[in-house]
């Protein structure tokens, strides 16, 4: 095992960094010396010094030079294989340093068909107009008639409804077939991929985080262990790639102050952004929220709150002059 080792400033002339898409680089580690850790012989067994080779190589294809920054692999741990392999970028905008997480990343959240809506609950939805919803919502076991304030049209399949608040289609369990069993199929995708995301072991550092003021999270699985959770203020950010995981599991409720705002950096997108929280969940007015919404009971989004992602609710989501914006797949 690496009993101590050091960041290596790198040399700055042509350096060959690779861009991640925030002002921030990545030096590959063909430029460093591995000469000030104090215990090599460990490293050799615990891992051939052509993976780690191997690993800036592929990265590096996939991303061209901007600019030049700092970099260090800083944690190397286990005798048999890399147990951790951290990677550091530093933004050269806010002259912070942030992890990126490149080996042992987080697998997705497969939503199965509940991908298909951008609103799906049990009990019903209700909207104070004019709320703007990008996809198509549905309620089931619940009837059509527990959508309100949409000014409803029923398509002359009977499959589905119509309203100029939502881009798509309408659904509800007592449409005609096929709509019920996908729609109970749909129900039930969601409530594995709940039961998936909450059941992940907590892997980020930070443990119990009840407030998310001013955080930065960095890929991985976060925990309340117990109790709610909340935005009280200013912005939460999401820095990571375009394919890294954010789970957040919430074991009571889940508020979102007025005002308060998510923001993505680096790649990182709203659809692999996967919230499970046990509780109601309430996004105060003029509010930004990022990411796959998914709760056993009710979402109540206040006026001119925003939501880009999905909501799966296991009761009801109330609505007023919302924008709910479906994430591409």
Known sequence: MVEQSENISLPTAKPEAFDVETNATIVPEQQTKLTRFTNLSSIIRGVSICVLLGVALIASQHHESQSSASKAFSALSGTAHVKELSIHYTNTTTKTTIPIQAVGAEATVNLGTAANYVILTKAGISSVPSSTITGDIAVSPAAITYITGFSLTADSSNEFSRSDQVTRKVFGANHAVPTPSKLGTAIGDALIAYTDAKSRPCTAPKRGITDLKGETLTPGVYCTDGGPMSLSAGKLYFIGSSTDIW??????????AENTEMILEGGAQSKNIFWAVSGAV?????SVFEGILNTHTNVAMNTEASLNGRIFAGTAVTLIMNTITEPSL
């Open 282 to 286: 309430t996004l105060e007015k003029k």
């Open 247 to 256: 789970i957040i599991q919430v074991d009571e409720g889940l508020t979102i």
